[in-house]
């Protein structure tokens, strides 16, 4: 299994899609395939992919295979035909990104980095990529966490990052999605009108819709809004003490958790 391979594979599929979807029936304003701010955020991925290769030792799918040689975790336990523990695995494993998610914005100091990923101005795919290096390490243990914990086999980990990036990207584009197709998927996926709502300025709207892939969670706990104030082309991005062109270079980036928000 090469798990780099099928991540990168999917990934760029999904960027020329997602980018001819932007381009063909943008949301919000006119769509540029290139710019200064699209262009840092792609950079944030790339420092991001290299300090975990540094600073972790294994992947998730890599931690998956080590739990199931040692015959760790829940699922291990329980007499269940393997269709039935994939599908409480992965639905396990997107509810502790929910909770996650939750705890980042709940937690002073947690917030402080996922910050960040708010402080975009602007709602596009690459919004997707854009997380602070120290939340991207904090994400993988947390997820290593719960894939021991929960006994998730290889092939169920690498389904669900596969998923859980693509649906980053889906759900931060700047698309134009039918309404009635929008309130069909919204029973079960994360839309980009859905998350969009999660982007706001206003604090109200950004600590709702945390839900990255399944959006049963935002409803079951009680933090599902299903439209903004404004509408979604009137509505203001970002955060209101980053705002100014010179927050958005990498290297303020990476300092922003330890400036002050106003």
């Known amino acids: 299994m090469n798990e780099a ?4 594979e999917v990934f760029f599929f999904m960027v020329a899609a997602l980018s001819a979807w932007e381009w063909w029936q943008p949301r919000r304003p006119p769509f ?13 991925l790339v420092v991001n992919i290299a300090i975990v290769r540094i600073v972790l030792i294994s992947s998730l799918v890599g931690i998956a295979v080590m739990a199931q040689d040692g015959e760790v975790g829940l699922l291990r336990f329980l007499p269940l035909p393997d269709p039935v523990s994939f599908l409480l695995a992965f639905v396990a ?3 502790v990104v929910y909770w996650q998610h939750r705890m980042f914005h709940l937690v002073p100091w947690f917030w402080r980095v996922h910050a960040v990923h708010h402080s975009d101005v602007e709602f596009d795919q690459t919004t997707g990529v854009r997380f602070h290096p120290v939340e991207i390490v904090l994400s993988t243990i ?19 990052e596969v998923v859980l990036s693509s649906s980053s ?9 039918p309404r009635v197709l929008d309130r069909i998927l919204r029973w079960v996926l994360v839309t980009p009108d859905m998350h969009r709502i999660h982007h706001s300025v206003d ?13 049963w969670w935002d409803r079951l706990f009680g933090s599902y809004r299903d ?23 990498v290297a303020r980036l990476m300092t922003q958790p330890i400036r002050v928000m106003a």
């Open 142 to 160: 947390i997820k290593g966490a719960a894939v021991v914990a929960i006994g998730a086999t290889p092939l169920v980990v690498l389904v669900f």
């Open 203 to 215: 604090s109200d709207e950004h600590n709702r819709n945390f839900g990255f892939c399944l959006t």
């Open 93 to 95: 494993l997107d509810l």
């Open 227 to 249: 439209q903004p104030q404004a509408t979604h082309e009137q509505m203001q991005i970002g955060l209101a003490g980053f705002r100014e062109p010179s927050d958005q270079s």
């Open 169 to 177: 990207l889906f759900n931060h584009a700047n698309a134009r999605m």
């Open 32 to 44: 540029r395939l290139v710019s200064g701010r699209r262009l840092v955020n792609v950079l944030m």
């Open 5 to 8: 391979f099928i991540r990168l």
